[in-house]
């Protein structure tokens, strides 16, 4: 129940595309869901988070989608670029109480030039 | 402002010997993170200090890992005797500790049991 289940585990895109990758959870007391950007030797950093009361949320050519219903959500990155090439990982916790983040298991995500 | 900084970069020890990694957080953050990731997976949480207390260490194991975190600021994490399935980047990360603040990471230690 405290896992985060994410997919697909590697995807190549044509630069302009977009790319979109899915993440599934159970624990309905989720209250944050962050993404994460890795490159190759540094640490995961923020890129965009959302909370579960609202469906949507965008900056700049990265957005999130939420179905709370459906226990999902996506991110969805416009215009892909080959700077965009990282390794994304969804994350969940119970940040009302300042649980542990669970991860999701990363998409290496490959942006064709 | 200065990120979390970690050292050493790389490590590479044969298995039954020591190793001690080092964290300094942003200056301020009250909570700091030790993660392992294991190559091609996510991170995972191994302990959690709120100032110099800890929070979490529910996914430490506590017969060969240790940590400490004196004067809640600076950490370290410490493996004895290391096994070959402790060859992971080793992450530290700190936070404001406050709702909905973000984790900031270091870059990580990669561990290389022999």
């Known amino acids: 129940q405290q896992q985060v289940k994410q997919s697909p585990q590697s995807l190549i895109v044509q630069k302009g595309g977009i790319s979109i990758i899915n993440c599934a959870y159970e624990?309905?007391?989720?209250?944050?869901f962050p993404w994460y950007q890795q490159f190759p030797g540094k640490g995961p950093a923020l890129l965009i988070a959302?909370?579960?009361?609202?469906s949507e949320k965008k900056e700049g050519r990265f957005t999130i989608s939420f179905n709370k219903s459906a226990k999902q959500f996506s991110l969805h990155i416009m215009d892909s670029q080959p700077g965009d090439s990282a390794t994304y990982f969804c994350?969940?916790?119970?940040?009302?109480?300042?649980?542990?983040?669970?991860f999701g298991s990363g998409t290496r995500l490959s942006i064709r030039p | 402002e200065a990120g979390v900084a970690q050292s050493p970069r790389y490590k590479i020890i044969e298995k039954r010997q020591s190793v001690a990694f080092w964290c300094n957080p942003i200056s301020g953050h009250a909570t700091l993170y030790w993660y392992q990731q294991i190559l091609g997976q996510g991170p995972k949480l191994l302990i959690q200090?709120?100032?110099?207390?800890?929070?979490?260490d529910s996914q430490l194991p506590k017969d060969r890992f240790s940590a400490e975190r004196l004067k809640g600021v600076d950490s370290t994490l410490k493996i004895q005797p290391a096994k070959l399935e402790d060859s992971a980047v080793y992450l530290c990360?700190?936070?404001?500790?406050?709702?909905?603040?973000?984790?900031?990471f270091g870059d990580g230690t990669r561990l290389s049991i022999l």
């Open positions: 200090f709120q100032n110099n207390g800890v929070v979490d």
């Open positions: 994350a969940a916790s119970i940040d009302s109480s300042a649980s542990k983040i669970i």
């Open positions: 990360a700190s936070s404001l500790g406050s709702l909905y603040q973000p984790q900031h």
């Open positions: 959302i909370r579960p009361d609202v």
């Open positions: 624990n309905t007391a989720f209250d944050y």
